[in-house]
């Protein structure tokens, strides 16, 4: 059944009203610009909603060189989810298969607000936030078509992304289990003293999960510098936020913890709030973020994703709150670059994709004795046997 509430789609299609501030002359042409940090200050589209703190303010800090990351960052992880989408179809990606175009904005401005010391803990739609913390796309492919070169060597595939030099611990498949597990990292950090943060995201089909509020409470209860972002795409499934939800306020529902609610279909709002976040959390303890965002794509690969919501109601949102699009209009207001060298930049970002695709489907399967590598037992070994040695038997100690 296709969402029916006028309030809920009416939160969906917020018109994208950015207020622009210049500091100083940006008619520059695209390289010159890139290269400039000349300061910009540009309002968020919507105002954040705040639960028991302060609002941070809406006038976001910027320059060029940001933006046009921005907009190149997004490029790339649409596309890449784009040919993931086409791989899958062509059978070359198998088993579960989570997309997350539409909800690029969040992976960007999360880590403009951070450092690699920072640590990030998701879900299963992970590729995105593992490219942004500093993922090849080779590794991302051939993880996906379960290739040696692989993140996770071949053996996780698309739901468990790694990256432990860059802090990235998942990539996790059961829903909200990865919330307990950040809220585990954010102890040793604060054991540590290392002055670092947790960012653990959920959906919003993970946010009535009885272990996300039991983390929470210890969390608040010992301070812990853990911030819980709740993605917010407005299907848990195929199920609206309404139908599951007494309370869909997420920003709310840990009532003596602060939280925030943040348009994250905008990159600069989720960076602002990804920063203000941070500071809030190695100061006072955990906080909650709500990213108003939505996918594109259904849920998984088996979803169609338009059995419970209307055509019109995607393409709507394509149209009003595209995080793409929302910074490519910035870029062009400020003559930063032309709708021609955006162009470009996007053809570019379809080459790089194409080539890591044909390095993965060249990278060899991982060797029939990884399937007894990486266990929780010391000296678990394995023999070859058999006429042509290519049977395997693992014996237990």
């Given at each position: 059944m296709a969402l029916s509430h006028a309030a809920s789609r009416s939160n969906l299609l917020k018109p994208l009203v950015a207020g622009f501030s210049y500091s100083s002359s940006l008619r520059r042409s695209i390289s010159s610009a890139a290269d400039n940090s000349s300061s910009l200050i540009i309002e968020t589209s919507v105002p954040f909603t705040a639960h028991k703190c302060d609002e941070p303010s809406r006038s976001v800090e910027t320059n060029p060189k940001e933006l046009l990351g921005f907009f190149r960052d997004m490029a790339l992880m649409r596309r890449m989810e784009i040919a993931a989408d086409s791989l899958y179809k062509a059978k070359l990606i198998r088993g579960f298969c989570h997309l997350y175009d539409g909800q690029e904005a969040v992976a960007v401005g999360m880590e403009a607000a951070i450092t690699k010391k920072d640590a990030i803990i998701t879900a299963y739609r992970d590729h995105c936030t593992f490219l942004g913390r500093g993922g090849t796309l080779l590794q991302i492919f051939a993880e996906l078509m379960g290739r040696q070169a692989g993140c996770s060597r071949g053996k996780g595939g698309s739901m468990h992304f790694y990256k432990k030099d860059a802090c990235f611990y998942g990539g996790h498949g059961i829903?909200?289990?990865?919330?307990?597990?950040?809220?585990?990292?954010?102890?040793?950090?604060?054991?540590?003293?290392?002055?670092?943060?947790?960012?653990?995201?959920?959906?919003?089909?993970?946010?009535?999960?009885?272990?996300?509020?039991?983390?929470?409470?210890?969390?608040?209860?010992?301070?812990?510098?853990?911030?819980?972002?709740?993605?917010?795409?407005?299907?848990?499934?195929?199920?609206?936020?309404?139908?599951?939800?007494?309370?869909?306020?997420?920003?709310?529902?840990?009532?003596?913890?602060?939280?925030?609610?943040?348009?994250?279909?905008?990159?600069?709002?989720?960076?602002?709030?990804?920063?203000?976040?941070?500071?809030?959390?190695?100061?006072?303890?955990?906080?909650?973020?709500e990213m108003d965002t939505y996918r594109y794509h259904g849920h998984s690969m088996s979803d169609p994703g338009s059995t419970y919501r209307t055509r019109d109601e995607i393409s709507g949102v394509r149209q009003e709150r595209d995080p793409i699009e929302r910074i490519r209009k910035l870029i062009v207001s400020y003559d930063l670059a032309t709708e021609k060298e955006l162009k470009d930049i996007e053809k570019e970002v379809r080459k790089e994709v194409d080539e890591a695709i044909a390095q993965a489907k060249e990278n060899p399967l991982p060797d029939p004795s990884e399937l007894f590598t990486n266990v929780y037992v010391k000296g678990f070994g394995t023999e070859s046997f058999g006429a042509d040695r290519k049977e395997l038997r693992a014996v237990l100690p």
């Open positions: 829903v909200g289990a990865q919330v307990p597990l950040g809220c585990g990292v954010a102890f040793a950090q604060k054991y540590s003293k290392d002055e670092t943060v947790t960012f653990a995201l959920y959906g919003d089909g993970a946010a009535n999960q009885g272990q996300l509020f039991e983390a929470l409470n210890i969390s608040a209860l010992w301070d812990l510098p853990v911030i819980l972002v709740c993605e917010n795409n407005h299907y848990g499934m195929g199920t609206a936020e309404w139908r599951a939800a007494k309370s869909p306020a997420y920003y709310k529902r840990g009532d003596y913890v602060p939280g925030l609610k943040v348009d994250g279909m905008d990159a600069l709002a989720v960076k602002q709030a990804c920063k203000f976040a941070k500071e809030h959390a190695l100061k006072n303890g955990p906080i909650i973020l």
